[in-house]
């Protein structure tokens, strides 16, 4: 048994028990999800991010058939969606299967190639919590289809086509970081990544007496929900006033200084606002590269503090449940950071903690944010696992 043991087997059974048998096998392939430490929301705004793939995430078992049928189920759900090649239907509202379902049409599955697929999805990553379950489902199908239809693209093709489902297909104006993270992760390393020129740099990741566990609001949002597109939108009206005076291609091109120099100029408020937390957090990304490289963990901590006050306060993308975790998190025994991870709205937070205190922070930390908000926080150790592979 590997990593992977436990989903893989009960993958291997809920394929057999809906497919018929045959001598050819599945394939079955594994995509992760991922955390970010830091720059949220960069990557839409031409910045530097510095994710990491998990050491959970989604799975699927697919083989090819003998007619045109495509037919998906996924363990997490009753609905099954089956269609056949040359008449896949457009986006159906909420259903789970828009995310692979984007993917095939973003790589042109047509008649032409020929036969259908029978695919079986099962996932141990929460969903809908800012831990890119999307990306993760989008990316096992871009990639088991790569191999198991001969399209030959390339790993940075398929992050990008991915990018494309999910902002054209499924509707949201996402960047690139979660797709690339789930593909380009590797075990025990950071990935910081220039979201702009598409290149990065693989950091080890080395927290001393110190770990990150993630804790989640138990609060679920919704990407597709007008918050994370508005952001989006505010972002495209900042950069053309930046544009008028600063010879800026994106957003985080601004140094901060240029910036400072030009705020004022911005026609309201919430503008310069959102405008300059991408020039910040674009330099704590870099500096917190440079501080995990040096193992500089309290350094890291500063920046990941300082990140998420930016983002609650110039990008306003925190909430009540977010705060109050991040409030209990902060006041109980060996928290030295705790930080917003994902689009924000709910969802979870990443926390760097002292690992002999890490018991007694869950404790603590669970507690208090029960007394404010009513709700039992969960958490999740972070494993930071590899990106998307074959794994049978
Ligand atoms: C979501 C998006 C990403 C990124 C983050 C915020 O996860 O999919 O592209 O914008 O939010 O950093």
New binding site residues.
């Given amino acids: 048994m590997d990593q992977h043991g436990v989903a893989w087997t009960e993958l291997k059974n809920q394929f057999f028990s809906r497919y018929a048998t045959s001598s050819t096998l599945p394939d079955v392939f594994f995509a992760p999800g991922r955390i970010?430490i830091l720059?949220?929301?960069?990557?839409?705004n031409g910045g530097y991010?510095l994710p990491c793939a998990l050491g959970l995430g989604t799975f699927l078992a697919i083989r090819r058939r003998k007619d045109k049928r495509v037919i998906m189920a996924s363990a997490g759900y009753n609905e099954i969606f089956e269609s056949e090649l040359g008449h896949l239907p457009g986006k159906s509202s909420n259903y789970w299967w828009n995310y692979p379902l984007g993917v095939m049409h973003e790589l042109h599955l047509n008649e032409s190639d020929n036969q259908g697929v029978e695919m079986q999805f099962a996932s141990n990553l929460p969903t809908g919590v800012?831990l890119?379950s999307?990306?993760s489902i989008e990316v096992v199908t871009a990639f088991a289809m790569n191999k198991i239809l001969e399209k030959a693209l390339s790993l940075q093709e398929l992050a990008l086509l991915c990018r494309r489902a999910?902002n054209d297909f499924v509707g949201?104006q996402?960047?690139?970081?979660?797709q690339y993270a789930v593909i380009f992760g590797k075990k025990d390393h950071a990935i910081f990544f220039d979201t702009k020129h598409l290149v990065h740099e693989l950091v080890p990741v080395h927290l001393g007496d110190y770990l990150f566990l993630i804790l989640d609001t138990n609060t679920r949002r919704q990407?597709e929900s007008t918050a994370?597109n508005e952001r989006y939108q505010e972002c495209r009206a900042a950069l053309k006033t930046m544009q008028r005076l600063l010879n800026v291609q994106e957003i985080a091109d601004a140094s901060p200084e240029a910036f400072e120099e030009m705020e004022n100029w911005f026609p309201d408020e919430s503008a310069r606002k959102r405008a300059r937390h991408i020039v910040f957090e674009n330099e704590r990304v870099k500096q917190g590269a440079a501080a995990l490289r040096d193992g500089k963990v309290e350094e890291l901590a500063g920046l990941m503090n300082a990140s998420h006050e930016s983002a609650r306060d110039n990008y306003e993308i925190s909430c009540f449940e977010l705060e109050a975790l991040i409030g209990a998190a902060l006041a109980s025994p060996g928290c030295l950071a705790a930080r917003i991870s994902?689009?924000?709205f709910g969802g979870c937070t990443l926390n760097l903690v002292n690992k002999m205190k890490a018991d007694e922070f869950m404790q603590e930390t669970r507690s208090r944010y029960r007394k404010a908000t009513g709700i039992t926080a969960m958490f999740y150790p972070v494993e930071i696992g590899s990106g998307v592979s074959m794994i049978k």
């Fill in positions: 970010n720059g949220e929301h960069l990557d839409y991010v800012g890119s999307s990306a999910e949201v996402c960047g690139i970081m979660d990407l994370f994902g689009a924000g």
